[in-house]
């Protein structure tokens, strides 16, 4: 029998022996901290206490790196084994249509209504939570084009899927040959899109309000933060042809203020209900609204994986790695994670699996309702027992019992008549004294419900897997700009400290349930990002410190001990810009990263963490932000409206990275005098190590200080830096006091 898979382990002794180098230096380095303590002053403690956290840290990597594995997926062997593919709903999600573009919405929909599956196999739900008209309409109009888009797409076997992408060349580029045929085809659809995108870019939403779903109804006047659910079938493929494309279907869950609406895991777990009365596929896809299909085959590859094993345990959801299309050139802005995606998610598919990262994932449909891995079968249960998990829609009840039973192979077609039953379980207060949220569905909890679910889903015992298949799965929108990466990178700071202090921390399911001790680990990795914050900042500060008070927290560099932490700083920058190279990066995106993950740690990390401890405590409530989605182009940009170079708004976020460089740049004037106009310095002072440091964090908020001096949004706002002076000020009042 032909394999559907193959794990192939990653063999990585080098590695292993940078890893275990740079432990010993970090060891070596606490050790002489700690005999030196007597002779030094308190800065030493505090010192020592941030290099305890760095080795911890370092301890996490090395445990998340050192067992790496790979999975090649081999989708033609699937009709050999497979007469009959199962079914997957595919969910699509947006939230704001000026943040993320209907464009862009129309464009990942149209990718996956053109992937190679059987059409009759496929659904395509829209997760809609702005209830936004022109939405709808983009949507009305993107099955019309898709007519001609799917076809096109099958018949000339197009690798790109994204007519966005496709018709970014000025030419056709056909896979096999060149026809004339084949060039007025192009041409015509390329012209029936660009026709496609003038009218949702110039749609009106009073004449938008008219537009019908299917010839009889108009989209509802609907205030977007109170309106009843509204399901409408786009397009049905009623017949269940190949020829044609997959069911669409728009979602608009009800909203009322009266109801908390959960942010994103509400909707998704609305979703799962309106498909699971509808269609009841025991797969879903999940992609956000900006992460389209760019391989065709991405649903196959996914099959193998999640049929392909002899104990399904082993494959709870298949997670692809976030990758991004005409990203900026060496990632200024730090955040396509190119060689941490290489490095760790390998690494935890030896472990548990990869964790769910909410876009880009295949899911069992029985993991979702709560079904544990094994014999045990919720569709044992009462009909009475049912209700009180999954709520009392006896159509919904109904298709749950069909898949936790292990038999539920998808409905028929035909989804008009389950409308009304659809708009039922996408009622606010139809989860009203249920299990959604806590044991099943996605989790309730945190803003990044994407970690609290995989969290769950592993302690239950499923494992998961990694699709890699090439080229990627999907690609989708990387942030551009200063704020719209901090605004991202605070709200997973502060999801990922509820996720850490809340009662479903990976700490309490490791000694409570399946969750191993170094998939556990492997979550610390990433939950404790927002406390790396408070060790990053301190560490930043030290420097800055010495050089003002005149102290120092690192040996003379005539001491032989100088050597340890300045083999350190050598040896970890060798380290990692060997890895960059290794995956064909460039000197500059290893320096992006290395300074980016500076500026986040102190600033949105920062934020995050007490943003996070705010709520904790009870003063403040969680705020979901959502990240803006723009249309990259495949080509670098240059010149005054770069969007490589770093941008400033007046938000708190910048707050804390202005005044670290503000401290840092005084600390390193006040020293630089001060070893000037000094004949002697102190034996106590500070020495060369302490200006390299303060350096460092200087070159690594270089944006910050080139913002002191631009305007406009490349400049930092007065107000942020009168702000940033205050914790300045009383900073250097105690150094001066010290």
């Known amino acids: 029998m032909l394999p559907l898979q193959e794990r192939v382990p990653l063999k990585n002794s080098l590695q292993k022996l940078s890893d275990a180098l740079v432990l010993s230096l970090l060891l070596s380095l606490l050790a002489y901290r700690l005999v030196s303590l007597h002779r030094h002053a308190q800065i030493w403690l505090l010192a020592f206490a941030c290099e305890s956290w760095f080795t911890f840290v370092w301890l996490l990597n090395m445990n998340a790196k050192w067992t790496r594995v790979a999975y090649k997926t081999f989708p033609r062997n699937l009709s050999t084994m497979y007469h009959d593919l199962p079914a997957v709903d595919v969910f699509v999600t947006t939230a704001d249509p000026t943040l993320e573009p209907p464009v862009i919405t129309a464009n990942t929909v149209l990718s996956l209504l ?22 709808f309409y983009s949507l009305v109009e993107s099955a019309e084009f898709a007519k001609l888009w799917v076809p096109f797409c099958k018949k000339h076997n197009v690798r790109v899927r994204a007519p966005s992408v496709y018709f970014s060349t000025t030419e056709p580029q056909p896979s096999h040959g060149l026809s004339s045929d084949f060039t007025r085809e192009w041409r015509r659809i390329k012209d029936e899109y660009e026709e496609l995108i003038r009218r949702i870019e110039t749609a009106n939403e009073d004449q938008i309000r008219s537009r019908v779903a299917d010839g009889s109804k ?3 006047k609907t205030d977007r933060r109170d309106h009843p659910s509204m399901v409408e079938v786009i397009w049905e493929n009623k017949e269940g042809s190949e020829d044609g494309f997959p069911h669409l279907i728009y979602v608009a869950r009800e909203k009322t203020p009266r109801h908390s609406h959960r942010y994103k895991a509400g909707a998704m777990n609305a979703l799962t209900r309106v498909s699971g009365v509808m269609t009841n596929a025991p797969f879903m896809l999940n992609v956000d609204c900006d992460m389209f299909a760019n391989n065709p085959e991405v649903v196959l590859h996914a099959m193998c994986l999640l049929l392909g094993v002899d104990d399904e345990v082993f494959a709870g959801f298949a997670q692809a790695p976030q990758q991004f299309y005409g990203a900026l050139k060496d990632d200024p802005f730090g955040n396509q994670m190119v060689v941490s995606s290489k490095q760790f998610l390998p690494g935890f598919q030896g472990l548990q699996g990869p964790f769910y990262m909410g876009t880009g994932c295949f899911h069992r449909r029985k ?3 709560g079904s544990p891995p094994g014999p045990q079968k919720r569709g044992d249960l009462s009909r009475e027992e049912l209700e009180m998990i999954y709520g009392n829609s006896l159509e919904f009840v109904e298709s749950a019992r069909q898949i936790t039973s292990g038999y539920g192979e998808g409905l028929p077609a035909n989804l008009s008549s389950r409308v009304e039953a659809a708009k039922k379980v996408a009622a606010c207060a139809y989860e009203q004294n249920t299990s959604w949220g806590r044991e099943i569905g996605w989790a309730y909890g945190s803003i990044v419900e994407d970690n609290l679910t995989g969290i769950r889903i592993h302690s239950m015992g499923w494992r998961s897997m990694f699709l890699t298949p090439e080229p990627p799965a999907f690609l989708g929108c990387a942030p551009t700009g200063g704020p719209a990466s901090m605004t991202q990178h605070k709200r997973w700071a502060t999801g990922l400290l509820e996720i850490l202090l809340s009662r479903r921390s990976p700490i309490l399911a490791v000694m409570e349930e399946k969750l191993t001790l170094r998939q556990c680990l492997g979550y610390l990795l990433i939950l404790i990002w927002p406390l790396r914050s408070v060790f990053e900042l301190c560490y930043a500060l030290l420097p800055a410190y010495c050089l003002l008070a005149g102290s120092a927290f690192l040996p003379k560099a005539s001491e032989l001990s100088f050597l340890v932490p300045m083999a350190i700083f050598l040896i970890y920058n060798v380290y990692t810009l060997t890895e960059y190279f290794h995956y064909g990066l460039s000197i500059r995106a290893w320096w992006n990263n290395q300074r980016m993950q500076r500026i986040y740690a102190q600033t949105s990390w920062l934020l995050g963490f007490f943003s996070a401890l705010l709520k904790i405590l009870g003063f403040s ?17 240059t010149g005054a409206d770069d969007p490589g170079r770093f941008t400033f708004d007046s938000s708190p976020v910048f707050v804390s990275g202005t005044a670290v460089m503000l401290i840092n740049l005084a600390a390193l004037v006040v020293g630089s005098t001060r070893v000037l106009w000094q004949a002697e310095a102190g034996e106590l002072g500070p020495g060369i190590g302490e200006f390299v440091c303060s350096a460092w964090v200087l070159l690594s908020f270089w944006p910050f200080v080139k913002g002191l001096v631009r305007r406009g949004s490349y400049g930092i706002p007065w107000s942020v830096i009168c702000k940033a002076a205050v914790p300045g000020c009383f900073f250097l009042q105690m150094c001066r006091n010290a």
């Open 114 to 135: 053109a992937v190679e599956y059987p059409c009759r196999k496929l659904s395509c739900y829209v997760s809609d939570d702005a209830a936004s008209p022109i939405t």
């Open 218 to 220: 108009e989209f509802p």
């Open 367 to 369: 993991v979702i309702y």
């Open 621 to 637: 409530e969680t705020v979901f932000e959502v990240s803006r989605k723009d249309q990259q182009k495949p080509t670098d940009v």
